[in-house]
């Protein structure tokens, strides 16, 4: 109280409401992988802001296989392939902030570990899972591009995320069961902190269209026969002319080289589909090109789809082919007609075939990014103790392999380790579902489901929060009771929105601090301060039993 020596009237506010508990955000992920710009981290709203900051994914390459009608001599697209190797990998991080987004994902984090330069390395994301350790508002970890590691890589990424979810005790790793093989999955992962992480199977197959840039579009040319095409030439002589011809797939160009005069200069005659060369005699590649471009420059002057170059240096004679007309050699269409952006002005209708080949290429992706945005907008919508199945998935074909009830047996329950593996499936009528809410404990009674874990995830960090401003007060009976009222009217709140099981709030939680009750004279002298708190968390209802019998009749 203060001392007051000046006559006069005085205000004095005295606090009669104890301090209250301020609820954390539940489901706040952060993602780890590789970006167009980087590295760094972030915190982000929308996709827009991601672009900005990091930019866009990475183009893919893809090649285009075109075919050649042999009656019309147009192409048409008969195959498109992405050109992906394990030097070049597909980076995911892009596509799989924006499933998050569609899923109805919000704040997030992104910590960019590299550019796309690179190949990804495990000690990238274990650079990247330090920096995370620093901040605190992060709620999950999903690690995006690691399923590009190699396979024991990843799973030794895996359980370090793990255990900073154990170490932090404020966070909650999604997990994806690489390639799909959920045996090794199972043998690599451990037996450590699983109660912290959860895995879904199998990937998806997104509405996501794959990124490109038309200059990295190959378009190949693929005749369906030799009578298709529209091309032929031959060489005359050695290292003297070729002749060539394009025209209709039907056409049978010939030549004929006449000797003639060989002091005269090159005659060159095109009637129909025969070219007729005069005074070749003795004459050098070189000279005689020299001539026919001449020739062909004169407007005057049809070649009517004939053509010539020289051979190898030019140097030698051309050959005349005795008054007889020789046939040109069909050639098959061009392996390569070169990209889809120089073929825009040139093969308008094979330009706009491959753009909407292109539309139809679709992003997989492994499901974690797709379940952060659903543990948002369930956590959003019904709270964290709601489990985050039996909801829909957007932006999702389906998955890349259906999972049978018989099965699911095995990944839900894992007699041997108790590693539970939730899966996504497929339902008439329904769509895409998430069918499973189990942590990697899924023989642990205690924190066998997802949404026991997160609900206590969140508690224990809100009151630990709220509780600070005990610190260094008196350890006395006025603290403890102010702190035990703060907790239990937050304890209430969740009861009263059906967080906690029980009929009355007595029965569903409670909150003890004392002397004698949880504290002994020795900790109070050694300045502890010990609150006990209890909570019965509601669980899913993950088996319904229907039981029928026949009633007979009474009457």
Known sequence: MPTYKTPGVYVEEISTLPPSVAEVSTAIPAFIGYTA???????INTLLEYETLFGKAKPAGFKVQTTVDATT????????????????????????????????????????????????????????????????????????????????????????????????????????????????????????????????????????????????????????????????????????????????????????????????????????????????????GQVVNTGWDAWAADASNEAAGFDMNVSGDG??????????????????????????SSIQSTETALYNQVKIAMSKQRVTLPPSAAMAGT????????????????????????????????????????????????????FAGKGTLVWGARTLAGNDNEWRYVPVRRLFNMIEESTQKATAFAVFEPNDATTWLKVKAMIESYLYGLWEQGALAGPTAESAYFVNVGLGKTMTTQDVLEGRMIVEIGVAAVRPAEFIVLRFTHKLQEA
């Open 315 to 340: 140097s030698g004679e051309v050959p005349h082919t005795s008054n007889a007309s020789v046939d040109l050699t069909p050639q098959a269409a061009s392996s390569s007609a070169g990209t889809l």
């Open 37 to 43: 710009k980087g590295p760094k981290i972030a915190r």
């Open 73 to 284: 001599g147009l192409k048409t697209v008969s195959a498109v392939t992405q050109l992906a190797a394990a030097t070049d990998p597909t980076f995911l991080m892009h596509y799989a902030v924006s499933h998050f987004f569609k899923n109805g994902g919000g704040s997030c984090y992104i910590v960019s570990i590299g550019d796309y330069s690179g190949l990804p390395a495990k000690v990238d994301f274990e650079a990247g899972l330090a920096l995370l350790e620093k901040e605190d508002e992060p709620t999950l970890i999903v690690l995006t591009d690691a399923v590009n590691l190699l396979t024991d890589d990843y799973y030794s990424v895996c359980q370090q995320s793990l255990a900073q979810c154990k170490k932090l005790g404020d966070r909650f790793a999604i997990l994806d069961v690489l390639g799909g093989d959920v045996d090794a999955f199972r043998n690599k992962i451990g037996t450590n902190d699983l109660k912290y992480g959860a895995s879904y199977y199998p990937y998806l197959q997104t509405t996501l269209n794959v990124q490109y840039e038309e200059s990295g579009i190959e378009i190949e040319g693929q005749a369906t026969s030799v009578s298709a095409t529209s091309n032929w030439e031959s060489p005359f002589g050695t290292n003297a002319i070729v002749v060539e011809f394009s025209g209709a797939a039907s056409a049978s160009p010939k030549v004929k080289i006449i000797a003639g005069d060989a002091a005269s200069p090159v005659e060159f005659t095109v009637a129909g589909e025969l070219l007729t060369i005069r005074n070749a005699s003795t004459k050098t």
């Open 375 to 426: 543990y948002a907008r369930v956590d959003r919508e019904r709270g964290v103790w709601k489990a985050p199945a039996n909801v829909s998935l957007s932006a999702v074909i389906g998955p890349v392999s259906k999972v049978t009830h018989e099965e699911q047996e095995g990944l839900n329950v894992d007699p041997t380790a108790g590693k539970s593996i939730n899966a996504i499936r497929q």
